[in-house]
Structure formats: C-alpha cells, structure tokens
C-alpha cells in the first residue's frame, strides 16, 4: 500500500486560494489520486480524482507532477464552508479490500 | 436512492452492555466498512465485507464483529462495551471496493459507553 503524508492543519482566510499537498513516494503504476472531504458531525464526501496532470470539477482541482510522487488539492476562493477534513488516498482498480484514510489534513477557514 | 443509512444516530450503554449498530445501502454495492472516528483523529477501519457472506478484519477489529448475510445490511455488534469504544462510528459502502470507486458514507453513529 502506498503511505500518504499530509499536513495536519492548514489556516486560510475566506476569498483565499488553498492548496493542500499530499506526497506518496511509493505509488504504484496503476495507482489513483482520491480526495475525501469531511464536515464537522458528517460523514466523508468525495470530492476528485485524477491519475496524473490536472483534473477539475465544480468543487476542485486535483494537480499531479509528472513523477506523481506528490498531489496538490486546490480549493478556489475558499469560505467558511469550507471548513472540514482533507483525505488523501492513493490506490489502484484493482485494489479491493482494506481502504485506510489516514488522519487528514484540518483546513479552517476564518472570515 | 436513501443512500446508506445507518441506526441509532445517538447511542448511550453501560460497560458491559451489548448492541447492534445498523447499515444498509440500497445501491447494490458490493463493498461495505465501519470506520470508527475518535476526537480529533482521522477514520480507523474496524471491518470491511467484498460480499454477501464475506468479511475481513480491518485496522482496528477488537471487541467488534461482523456479518453479511444479504447485500443491503451490514451490521457492527459491540459484543461487551467498553469505555474505549466511545467513538462515532460511520458505515460505508462502494461498488466494488476498489480504491478507484467512490466511497458513501452514512450519516453516523455517536456512541458514548460510561
């Protein structure tokens, strides 16, 4: 299993740019780039996913260098909404079975 | 589609006491888990099934057990509780537990044991 290391908190202010990186040395070849979110008393959400380059959606974007060692999740223009938990998972399709989330990274937004 | 739903939302025991924590999922998944979420911490996988009929140990099993007889239910039995199982407890369940498939979550369980 790929180990994923992400910071344990991150302060942003409302407006800002946040980015969160996620490094994974090990990544296997076949090995994806998952991005949870989680709010205060809710379960995990997902939120992208991407295997390499640049993915964005509605809620982020998902940036992977060309040695995919690393990730950065980038949140635009954050709000207090954004408040919550960051999970970073890395593994493959053919991965069944134990799906370990890690601590997460903390992101509070103050206005 | 009610998603994955699990019950009680609140649940308070005595040490020693036992119950059963609920989920099912009406999205025909495959993959099922309980994760349990300590202040502060990130989430611990107690026990995951692939299947009906089949289930694995996760990070944390102690005290806890499973079983998947259908492949809508996925109940978490607290055998003797424990002060240490206060936690909230989240069921969760994928298409095919691969890393790639999309995890849903259910709304939790918040279990204090005295």
């Known amino acids: 299993l790929a180990k994923t290391t992400q910071p344990v908190s991150m302060d942003s202010y409302e407006g800002q740019e946040v980015n969160i990186t996620c490094s994974h040395n090990n990544i296997a070849t076949n090995d994806y780039i998952t991005w949870y979110q989680q709010f205060p008393s809710q379960g995990p959400r997902f939120i992208i996913q991407?295997?390499?380059t640049k993915v964005t959606n509605e809620v982020a974007s998902l940036f992977i260098p060309a040695d995919r060692k690393s990730s950065t999740l980038s949140l635009p223009r954050v709000s207090l909404s954004d408040t919550a938990v960051y999970y970073c998972?890395?593994?493959?399709?053919?991965?069944?079975?134990?799906?370990?989330f890690g601590q997460g990274t903390t992101l509070q937004v103050k206005p | 589609n009610a998603g994955v739903t699990q019950t009680p939302k609140f649940q308070v025991l005595k040490t020693g006491q036992s119950m059963t924590l609920q989920c099912a999922q009406d999205?025909?998944?495959?993959?099922m888990s309980w994760y349990r979420q300590d202040p502060g911490m990130g989430l611990r996988l107690i026990h995951y099934s692939v299947g009906a009929g089949i289930t694995d140990q996760g990070e944390v099993p102690n005290g806890y057990n499973v079983s998947r007889s259908t492949t809508e239910d996925f109940p978490l039995r607290l055998l003797s509780a424990a002060p240490s199982q206060t936690s909230v407890y989240f069921c969760?369940?994928?298409?095919?537990?691969?890393?790639?498939?999309?995890?849903?979550f259910g709304p939790g369980t918040r279990l204090t044991v005295l």
């Open positions: 991407g295997y390499k």
């Open positions: 969760a369940s994928s298409l095919g537990g691969r890393r790639t498939d999309t995890q849903y």
């Open positions: 999205m025909n998944h495959e993959y």
């Open positions: 998972l890395v593994g493959g399709s053919g991965n069944t079975g134990k799906l370990i």
